[in-house]
T-cell receptor, first 113, second 112 residues
Framework: DQQVKQNSPSLSVQEGRISILNCDYT??????FLWYKKYPAEGPTFLISISSIKDKNEDGRFTVFLNKSAKHLSLHIVPSQPGDSAVYFC????????????FGGGTRLMVKP | NAGVTQTPKFQVLKTGQSMTLQCAQD?????MSWYRQDPGMGLRLIHY???????DQGEVPNGYNVSRSTTEDFPLRLLSAAPSQTSVYFC???????????FGPGTRLLVL
């Protein structure tokens, strides 16, 4: 059973609008959450992260929100740009498990000009 | 500073053949890991190493071997390739105690 789930395999957004990517997890031991971005034929690159002691982390156009009670996190991209078109992976780790990452299945974001 | 490098970029194997996927890093990171990426499954951990001489199994270790004789290199061996091992393989590194992993560009493997 997948411990980290991204239920939307794809998302299409108009340039300039907000993109919201969602992620749910089941393991209450997860204490650190990350988002990775992946372009075709490249490895994933780190985008933004959040610790379980916070509920929001912001970095430029990217904001990650964490709702621990709902075991849900989301990535907001405002404003969306065509260069943001990529696959986004949510990942989680637990300190007690050696900080090894568990990934979601990914969401393909398409930003239309 | 090349970061994390992987070779080859692409490989075709026949069922039963063996091969080694190479991963090298020049960031002096203690932790190295191998993942496979399959459609809809995200990235799944195959094997990892917390330092030279130390390796451990991840979520999907069957059919793969690893060794870590140096900090820089972490090869992944397929002893007898199977079509189910057709995938894209990523190597990743991070500092001990760090949270962020740095990924290589990947190796696309096709097993016929």
């Amino acid at each position: 059973d997948q411990q980290v789930k991204q239920n939307s395999p794809s998302l299409s957004v108009q340039e300039g609008r907000i993109s919201i990517l969602n992620c749910d997890y089941t393991n209450s031991m997860f204490d650190y959450f990350l988002w990775y971005k992946k372009y075709p034929a490249e490895g994933p690159t780190f985008l933004i992260s959040i610790s379980s002691i916070k509920d929001k982390n912001e970095d430029g156009r990217f904001t990650v929100f964490l709702n621990k009670s709902a075991k849900h996190l989301s990535l907001h991209i405002v404003p969306s740009q065509p260069g943001d078109s990529a696959v986004y992976f949510c990942a989680a780790s637990a300190y007690d498990a050696g900080n090894m990452l568990t990934f979601g299945g990914g969401t393909r974001l398409m930003v239309k000009p | 500073n090349a970061g994390v490098t992987q070779t080859p970029k692409f490989q075709v194997l026949k069922t039963g053949q063996s091969m080694t996927l190479q991963c090298a890093q020049d960031m002096n990171h203690e932790y190295m890991s191998w993942y496979r990426q399959d459609p809809g499954m995200g990235l799944r951990l195959i094997h990892y190493s917390v330092g030279a001489g130390i390796t451990d199994q991840g979520e999907v270790p069957n059919g793969y071997n690893v060794s870590r004789s140096t900090t820089e290199d972490f090869p992944l061996r397929l002893l007898s390739a199977a079509p189910s091992q057709t995938s894209v393989y990523f190597c990743a590194t991070r500092l001990a105690g760090g949270e962020t992993q740095y990924f290589g560009p990947g190796t696309r493997l096709l097993v016929l």
